[in-house]
């Protein structure tokens, strides 16, 4: 019985629409429940038929999947815009928490290059080069993250639309020309076949590709009406050449690109011994960020906050290098980067180091890096920004999803008297547990913990580490036969102060690469702190138990120069 004349109730259940109409017969006259039923019946078939229709453009929210949006829905304009950029809307989805601080602070300065990202990888023993240019079609295609598009004007949040048939941007070049052309004006007495010849051709055309990258670096900053992947193909030789893949930080981070790069090389080497485009394609092991963004939605805020409260509650000033600094405008936008190389029998020791303490190898080097901030800042207690890579355990095969997943959050590292460089390390280890599990806060959250509240992410992080330990296949680089793929170059500037990216190569050997923003300070003094940092690296490895004071104490190169060098009086004044 129903207290109104009709009453229409819908539900979907097993892929069907059911329609339930009921009548008062006290209120309304007999027969109009059936005839409700026939006109609600076919006002459905309309709206199906004028959907399907192939004029039909417009989209719905039930076009395509929104679980894992936090508000409520994509305005009308927002997928009207998406479509016409990229073509049928697949998924929509909210940004992670660094996804929406980088697309933030690209909005805010649209002249910054800033976190724009520029791989470049060299490409060798392809016994048929158009393996690997459809290889890069076929990965384009099947990876979710390189058909993603973001969205933000004229949205409560920022979105990142996933298209069913878009890709990234594709160009293929042929270069063997010019190579050639180039190689016989350089080298008249060099033949061209010879290992020396198409080294000095490979030398060449990185070269050119950082040239013609640094030209396009612009056209890949936050504009309005979306943001996309690119990636390029230039043919050097006949078996070999160039990949580059191009995008702002927004879209993708450098575990995805060698998740990327990985599915590449094996896509091409099984398209080259004659396996079908879909054969090729089915063995693509890449997964949706999806499951992380509902992940990180589903996580207690207040948990969160109460870590980041008691780590930072008593910091009231940040931890920024001193000494001499820019005031240029016009530096601004200019960085510059410093890098010093562990080798041998020194790294040997830093990996033993990380073994016999417990910890990883990137706690290690992270040590010594906030050893050098404690000098160059002048403090025993500094806060920095870690990064992490988002990708959490219990998230079922985690480190085989492609996107923007990492997160960069608040490390304290004290160095009172008697803290040895052991124990630094492995509060470093237990914080970067920690801050993994964590990795759904936003950095912005973190530091409004600190001091009280009022402080902002920058203030907080004004220097940042990240330490590169990607799962990238063992064959992209070393296959002995087949395609070979392996990095030779990148650009990426970030808005620290100063910051380290460090990784470990194939051979055991420790890159620390420290970068700076010339505004913010000179060269000279990132040289430094990158040297320091050297030195810790190699003092806390042979003695960890010494104390992480004595570990960044000031290098002999540095003692010269202050106790020789500026107190010589022996010169004419």
Sequence with gaps: ETSSGVDINCEVRGGRLRVFVSQ????????????????????????????????????????????????????????????????????????????????????????????????MYWVGGASSWSSVEEAVRVVSERVSALRTSVWWEGEDEAVAVVHRGATARIDHADWRSSARSWSRASEAEVDEGSPESRERRRSWAQSRASSEAADRRSSLRVRSGGVRAELRTMRVEEDAGLLCIEMHHVLLDGWSQSLIVSAIASTARALSRGASRSEASSSIDVRSARCVVEWSRSQDASAGRSYFAALLGDVSSPTELTGPRGRRESDRHVHGSHEQRVEGEAARRVHECARSSGVTVGSVVQCAWAAALCVFASSDDVVYGSTVSGRPSSVEDADRVCGMLINTLPMRVRAGESTSCREAMRSIHAQTGALSDLSWVSSREAASTAGGGGMTSGDVMRCGFVFENYPVDAGVGEASVGVRIEAVGG????????????????????????????????????????ATMRAALERMSSSPDMSLREAGDVIESDRRSVVDEWNRTDRAI
Excluded: N
């Design 491 to 530: 650009v990426e500037e970030t808005g620290f102060q100063a910051g380290c990216v460090s990784w470990s190569g194939a051979d055991g050997s420790i890159v620390m690469r420290v970068t700076h923003r010339e505004d913010l300070i000179e060269g000279w003094v990132a040289e430094r702190v990158c």
């Design 24 to 119: 008062s017969e006290r209120l309304s006259e007999s027969g109009l429940c059936d005839r409700m039923a026939e006109a609600v019946a076919q006002s459905v078939r309309d709206v199906v038929s004028a959907c399907c229709a192939s004029s039909m453009r417009e989209s719905t929210p039930s076009d395509w999947r929104s679980g894992a949006l936090s508000s409520s829905g994509v305005s009308q304009s927002t997928l009207e815009s998406a479509e016409a950029w990229g073509g049928e809307i697949e998924e929509v989805m909210s940004l992670l928490p660094l996804q929406s601080s980088l697309l933030a602070a690209g909005v805010r300065d649209p002249e910054s290059s800033e976190y724009v990202v520029q791989t």
